[in-house]
């Protein structure tokens, strides 16, 4: 029964959206109506400010973070932690508060990793970093998550880190009712670059220069 209620818990912990709360007080904006239409904390940076974006960002991370250390705390088991992260991120993506709608959990999951598994979150981070400098910070993201989802496939980190890879590629494809099988192009932007449209990488951008 504890085991139940610490999951509800982390599941409305992460439900509590930062990015349409500072976009309101900020903008008197619905973050769901601009932008790419998610609470992430980089559509508020870019549709809404540089602070209310980072603000967001910031709390988007500690949402995890908190998950998963009040879990420890009260002595739940690893197994538990890691599925408080990933209740915490199912909350963030789908916020009962928001109608299911929501962000697509990057922030929550690194805040989630930090208390989790510091050092599988610092390994992955460190290809992300390559990647996003050479490519696209888009692609980067899938590289790191998957980097995550290596180094801790053989410990209970992986009730974690291998179902938010998908839901975090699922959140990607929304809204849903917009695709179809005749549209691939958008379902392939939306899905490797996250966007609306295709990316140039990085590095055709520079030499381009």
């Not at 992955?124 to 696209?136: G, H």
């Amino acid at each position: 029964m504890k085991e139940i209620l610490i999951l509800i818990f982390s599941y409305l912990l992460g439900s509590v959206s930062f990015g349409f709360i500072f976009t309101k007080i900020f903008a008197k904006k619905n973050i769901l109506e601009i932008g790419w239409r998610k609470t992430s904390g980089s559509n508020v940076f870019k549709s809404v400010g540089i602070l209310p974006g980072i603000l967001t960002g910031i709390c988007d991370l500690l949402k995890g973070t908190l998950a998963v250390y009040l879990t420890r705390k009260f002595g739940f088991s690893l197994e538990i932690q890691s599925l408080s992260a990933l209740f915490a991120v199912i909350g963030h993506n789908w916020s009962i508060f928001l109608k299911f709608a929501g962000g697509r959990g990057i922030g929550t999951f690194i805040g989630s990793l930090l208390i989790l598994a510091p050092k599988v979150l610092f390994y992955s981070l460190i290809p992300f970093l390559l990647f996003a400098l050479i490519f696209d910070t888009s692609i980067a993201t899938i590289l790191f998550l998957l980097f995550a989802i290596f180094l801790s496939l053989k410990t209970k980190v992986s009730l974690f880190t291998v179902p938010v890879f998908f839901f975090i590629l699922l959140k990607r494809l929304s809204p849903i009712g917009e695709l179809s099988i005749k549209n691939k192009n958008l379902i392939f932007s939306r899905l490797i670059f996250d966007d609306e449209k295709f990316h140039r990488m990085r590095i055709q951008r520079l030499i381009k220069k």
